[in-house]
């Protein structure tokens, strides 16, 4: 695939942000200029410390543990049901990406901080787009049956990126998706209510907002081990604050919680909520 290579200054560290010619998937970064960095400084320091955790994400997030956890299968539950414009924000490596329904969507945009973290969704990103052109040409057929049409009019199919954007400040107009994905990660954001309120922004009218993230246990006693041990905990566990109210955050933003699940004694919130 070839591609144009840009770099970007941001502090101390040098982005290499890559934009697909091919027009396939691109990732690069909502900075106006080179000498700007699109990042505060402490989500520029995650977005360092992402960098070095991308080669071996898949294992940390995705291992024997996790999936004995059951995490495989809540991944699998909440992607199922993204539908038309889709946003996954902090994409990672893409781990979500085979597990979304291709028939069900209609784009596929997705965001992270680290463009380390990109590169390694890239191929992910390259299946996927594969998945909905293909799925794409298929409703063609249909409609032209349906509707005796004429020759297929030859469209790429849906389209899919990749951006280097921080979720607290999406460089997307007002209600541009139909739904936004989340997995895991607002426990590592500097700012997660002004996250999920870029999230709710970002929805169209009757759009869904899909989370699976780390919280604070509905179990009293659990719950306040996870407050007092969470100063420990944090810093060695890649930054993830354990003790959030994910549906706190949710409800705030002026979403509708129309679906909420508790997993691991709590410690785990599935939740789907809408726009209204």
């Not at 759009?207 to 699976?212: A, C, P």
């Not at 949710?250 to 509708?256: H, N, P, S």
């Amino acid at each position: 695939m070839n591609s144009a290579f840009n770099w970007h200054r941001c502090g101390s560290e040098n982005f290499k942000l890559i934009s697909s010619s091919a027009g396939q998937y691109e990732i690069r970064s909502r900075a106006a200029s080179a000498n700007r960095c699109p990042f505060s400084f402490v989500t520029w320091q995650t977005a360092s410390r992402y960098k070095m955790y991308a080669g071996s994400y898949d294992q940390l997030d995705a291992g024997a543990l996790p999936e004995a956890l059951g995490f495989a299968e809540l991944r699998a539950q909440i992607v199922g049901q993204a539908f038309g414009d889709v946003l996954e924000s902090a994409v990672g490596t893409g781990l979500n990406l085979p597990l979304y329904d291709a028939s069900r969507l209609s784009s596929f945009t997705a965001v992270d901080i680290s463009p380390g973290m990109l590169r390694e969704a890239a191929p992910r990103a390259e299946a996927l787009r594969r998945r909905l052109s293909g799925a794409e040409q298929q409703r063609q057929q249909q409609r032209q049956r349906s509707e005796a049409a004429g020759a297929a009019d030859g469209t790429a199919g849906p389209g899919v990126q990749l951006l280097v954007a921080d979720a607290a400040a999406l460089p997307f107009a007002d209600r541009s998706f139909d739904c936004v994905l989340d997995t895991f990660s607002l426990c590592v954001f500097e700012r997660p209510a002004a996250a999920v309120r870029e999230m709710a922004r970002v929805l169209r009218r009757g759009g869904r907002l899909l989370l699976l993230e780390h919280s604070r246990s509905d179990n009293p006693l659990l719950g306040a081990y996870q407050d007092l041990t969470n100063p420990a905990v944090q810093p060695m566990s890649k930054g993830c604050a354990w003790n959030q109210d994910v549906k706190g955050m949710v409800e705030a933003a002026g979403l509708r919680v129309v679906e909420s699940q508790r997993h691991l004694a709590g410690t785990i919130t599935l939740l789907v909520a809408e726009r209204v």
